[in-house]
């Protein structure tokens, strides 16, 4: 079956550091993948999304995110996170008309 | 800018009773889904549709049914409450068969069944 996996369901992270949260993938065929964010009490928004081509991808607020056909994996990473980017992020990925979604990672940010 | 717009934020009902959640989209778009969020378990498909009057079941229908008489609105009703269904509901929608810009999301209905 489809299916994919985000390992960690809470991560803090002060701010400032560094964030990399991890997504992998199980599909017959490669996906196509998407990060999304959801702030409290709101819908989710598009951050991101790999279709085929250079395997890193670059995404708005400053996320990126990149491909490893050999890992799997999409794993979603910001150089220096901000208090606001404190939220849960959900992986996707999509294939053959069917969109399967991670169970959610969620952001705590440190002063 | 377009728009899933879920016409309630909050919902308390009881059990046993009939519950409509609305969803609607400005967007002209094809599709549209129901999800059911809940901890840990991240975003589960209820039902979706391809076009009006069109209806699939998604991984969840039991205790759910739809209805999409007109393009732009997606009801998700329940048609006799539980407290298993206290949960996030969001609505989603695409454009066609195109995933170019992936799902567009309401910002949810949260609804507690008492």
């Known amino acids: 079956a489809q299916s994919v996996t985000q390992p960690d369901i809470h991560i803090t992270v002060s701010e400032g550091a560094s964030l990399e949260l991890r997504c992998n993938y199980s599909?017959?065929?490669?996906?196509?993948l998407f990060w999304y964010v959801q702030s409290p009490g709101q819908g989710l928004q598009l951050l991101l999304k790999y279709f085929s081509g250079d395997t890193l991808v670059q995404g708005i607020k400053g996320f990126e995110a990149e491909f490893k056909r050999s890992q799997s994996s999409f794993n979603l990473r910001k150089p220096s996170v901000h208090w606001s980017d404190a939220a849960e992020y959900f992986c996707?990925?999509?294939?053959?008309?069917?969109?399967?979604f991670g169970a959610g990672t969620r952001l705590t940010v440190k002063p | 800018d377009v728009k899933v717009t879920q016409s309630s934020r909050y919902l308390v009902k009881r059990t046993g009773e009939k519950v409509f959640l609305e969803c609607v989209q400005d967007?002209?778009?094809?599709?549209m889904f129901w999800y059911r969020q809940d901890p840990g378990l991240g975003l589960r498909l209820i039902y979706f549709s391809y076009d009006v009057k069109m209806k699939e079941k998604g991984d969840i229908p039991e205790g759910y049914s739809v209805s999409r008489e007109k393009k732009e609105r997606f009801s998700l009703i329940l048609e006799s409450a539980s407290t298993n269904q206290t949960s996030m509901y969001l609505c989603?929608?695409?454009?066609?068969?195109?995933?170019?810009?992936?799902?567009?999301f309401g910002s949810g209905t949260r609804l507690t069944v008492v």
């Open positions: 967007m002209d778009h094809e599709n």
């Open positions: 599909y017959g065929a490669t996906p196509y």
């Open positions: 996707a990925g999509y294939n053959n008309n069917d969109m399967r």
């Open positions: 989603a929608s695409r454009i066609g068969v195109g995933i170019w810009y992936g799902y567009t």
